[in-house]
């Protein structure tokens, strides 16, 4: 008898459909509100999207879901409000909670402890806390969208329990394996990679929370190993190993399966095609393998797969950029995402919209002197410095983790021109607002960026970053140093000392840094945008977790500045 692993995970909606995806233990077929699906198997998984249409636009749809007739959601056991479908149409209002890098340990301490308390803890899950705030709350109150911006797992630092299943199952981890000299703390190919995801996305209100808020999500490095394309030399050195093939193939087989089929449309999983090439065979892992070796480039291939995505919301759009698997690393030419990619973006970010969200896992914005060191990094790996600051900068690069969008800096300058273009002052259909959603930096602020040229539109970076992961002190401490007046008066003179010019933008800390497990929630009605960042607080005896409201800013009023924030002003 079918069983759900995973799901149900309410991922696409629109006016009047909705996908449905579900991990189930046997093959079946899988109902909700009277649209079947078949699962199809991939390495004896077995999954399913199920697409329901024709529903009414505007409309609150409750609905369960059967395995071969049978009800398996919602469980028999479950006390949590009915899962719903709220489909989209004339939204005056919306509310799209964001945020990355979300580490799977238990809820109980010490794993819920912070780390200044116990070695093992990772604090609050934000996540989890939402989640339970959503059901003291009515479905009108909730979020339309929920947009994670990578780090969704850890393939290169699996979770204790995920450490000892792979123990249990394969290898001891206290140990390389002897053939591939496998890293000890990575996953090893497809299996392991989907006990990752079961983990972090199988407990109760994580699930419910899945059931009941559309998703869009993105990877980044740790969905298959840090700093995964930060340069051209670090592409070989892994390319050498006898562990990369099946680490990376395993994790965009995976990846595609768990988080970007549910990203794309119905007509988009229709034109595409590759679930019903999945459909047509008893086990599909070599249709998907073959498609994920073409997606790595181990195979000729013309053109790459495109991972990037776009998702409106009455006047709302999100343009979803892939930042990690269309890098160009070419020396000197290096590019956050290649020409015909980077050409997808502008066209997709020329909307008639009130308000443009552009995410990427990657700020493109850093603070203090974050920005200047990353772009007096890729100079000096350019060989400015000549040979021994290629060996320097390449070393840097990877141990600081230089890889934001300031590293790439034809793609930074490229991504000002569109932003001068998008919000400027003379175009009549320039948006209320503009607002760069990332993450990965593991502390959480929100910046405007201020323009030479007359605006029409608001520029934001906003940043939400750990959804529960919080730096050790040591670390935030450093990013601490990295932010401040001090790091950026080094960080001009290094950039100068590289013969590279100044921004033609400026931009501050406004409000932040938060160096905690947070969730940013961003609220809009009509042409008015409001940003929290909200903190996980830990619970007091058997009281609910609940959040601290750490941020709130008005986007089109502008962010207010806090005293003692760090400056980019560029020199």
Known sequence: MAELILGPMLRHVSETSATIWVETTERCTVDVLGTSSPTFCVAGHHYALVIVEGLEAVSSIEYRLTLDGELRWPRADS??????????????????????????????????????LDSRGRGVDALHVYAMWMVDHPPEEWPELA???????????SSPNAREHIARARRSLDHYDP???????????????TWLYQESWSLEFEQWFFANVPTVMIFDDHEMVDDWNISDAWVRDVRQTRWWETHVIGGLMTYWLYQHLGNLSPEAVRSEGLVE??????????????????????????????????????RVRLVMIDSRNVRVLEPKHRRMVDDEEWQWVIEACHADVDHLLIGTSLPAFVPGGLHDFQDWSEAICDGVWGWPGRKLGEWLRVKADMEDWSAFRGSFNALLDLLGELGASSR???????????????????????????MKSRVHQLVSSPIRNALKPPES?????????????????????????????TWQIDVGPVFANTLGELSFQSRSARLCILQARPHVDDAKPEFDELIEIDLVAGARSQAGTSLHQGA
């Open 179 to 193: 053939e591939k000299k496998l890293p000890p703390e990575l996953v090893d190919g497809f299996e392991e990679y």
């Open 477 to 505: 401490t450093a990013m601490r140093l990295g932010t401040s007046r001090i790091a950026g008066g080094l960080g001009r003179v290094l950039r100068r000392g590289a013969g590279r010019r100044r921004p033609s933008v």
């Open 79 to 116: 006390s949590l409000p009915p899962s719903r479908i709220r489909t989209l149409g004339g939204e005056a209002t919306c509310k799209i909670v964001f945020g990355s890098c979300r580490t799977a340990a238990p809820h109980d301490a010490p794993w819920s402890l912070e780390l200044a």
């Open 428 to 454: 009549p259909d320039a948006p209320e607002t503009i607002s760069i959603l990332a993450g990965d930096i593991h502390f959480s602020y929100a910046s405007e960026i201020r323009f030479p040229q007359p």
């Open 277 to 314: 090439a999945l459909s047509r065979v008893e086990d599909g892992e070599k249709v998907l393998r073959d498609w994920a070796m073409q997606a790595e480039e181990f195979t000729p291939v013309a053109g790459r797969y495109r991972f990037s995505i776009v998702r409106d919301i009455g």
């Open 147 to 157: 947009v994670f911006l990578g780090d969704q797992i850890y393939a290169d630092d």
